[in-house]
T-cell receptor, first 115, second 119 residues
Framework: AQTVTQSQPEMSVQEAETVTLSCTYDTSENNYYLFWYKQPPSRQMILVIRQEAYKQQNATENRFSVNFQKAAKSFSLKISDSQLGDTAMYFCAFMKPYNTDKLIFGTGTRLQVFP | GAVVSQHPSWVICKSGTSVKIECRSLDFQATTMFWYRQFPKQSLMLMATSNEGSKATYEQGVEKDKFLINHASLTLSTLTVTSAHPEDSSFYIC???????????????FGDGTRLSIL
């Protein structure tokens, strides 16, 4: 069974600085997808970024980028130029496609951005 | 596009009553819908997966008779918490996914959640 681990329950960063959130996972699959979701205080789940395991290039979306290390089963999220609106819970998620398509979520990291 | 509407957003009711939560995909046909439960400051826990027209698949430890799921159409799934008790109080979130070809870009579209409080 797949598992997703986020070892940082809480993180804080000053506005405009850079922060990295860690995520590791365990799977025997070769083809899969990884995601980072953001859940602000409104509790809406927002997809931040996704990564296909077969792609070596790290995904980027504006200020958000990932460091995907397939051999190490690591998938960290880097937020550059942090903004107050980035304050939220961040969940790493794993999906094995074309099966049940279930998302397996990590325990989450609470990020606080300070002015 | 790809909007999922969840209703109600907040419900308070007495112990022993049944509560129904609706999840609608507004602009796409949801072949699969998921129901999650989230405790404060914790992650999303998948309760069940439902496909239109078939019985839901429940995760281990989730009581089927307590949490009734119906997915009667491609745009609507409902979760009914039967004979609710205070321990059922939680935040419930639904999500919907569409045809396989597009799932990997945005695997699930989430509703805004329902805060259930049982007195």
């Amino acid at each position: 069974a797949q598992t997703v681990t986020q070892s940082q329950p809480e993180m804080s960063v000053q506005e405009a600085e850079t922060v990295t959130l860690s995520c590791t996972y365990d799977t025997s699959e070769n083809n899969y997808y990884l995601f980072w979701y953001k859940q602000p205080p409104s509790r809406q789940m927002i997809l931040v970024i996704r990564q296909e395991a077969y792609k070596q290039q790290n995904a980027t979306e504006n200020r958000f980028s990932v460091n995907f290390q397939k051999a190490a089963k690591s998938f960290s999220l880097k937020i550059s130029d942090s903004q107050l609106g980035d304050t939220a819970m961040y969940f790493c998620a794993f999906m094995k496609p074309y099966n049940t398509d279930k998302l397996i979520f990590g325990t989450g990291t609470r990020l606080q951005v300070f002015p | 596009g790809a909007v999922v509407s969840q209703h109600p957003s907040w419900v308070i009711c007495k112990s022993g009553t049944s509560v129904k939560i609706e999840c609608r995909s507004l602009d796409f046909q949801a072949t699969t819908m998921f129901w999650y439960r989230q405790f404060p400051k914790q992650s999303l826990m998948l309760m069940a997966t439902s496909n239109e027209g078939s019985k839901a698949t429940y995760e281990q430890g989730v009581e089927k008779d307590k949490f009734l799921i119906n997915h009667a159409s491609l745009t609507l799934s409902t979760l009914t918490v039967t004979s609710a008790h205070p321990e059922d109080s939680s935040f419930y979130i639904c999500s919907a996914s569409w045809d396989r070809g597009r799932r990997v870009n945005q695997p699930q579209h989430f509703g805004d959640g329902t805060r259930l409080s049982i007195l």
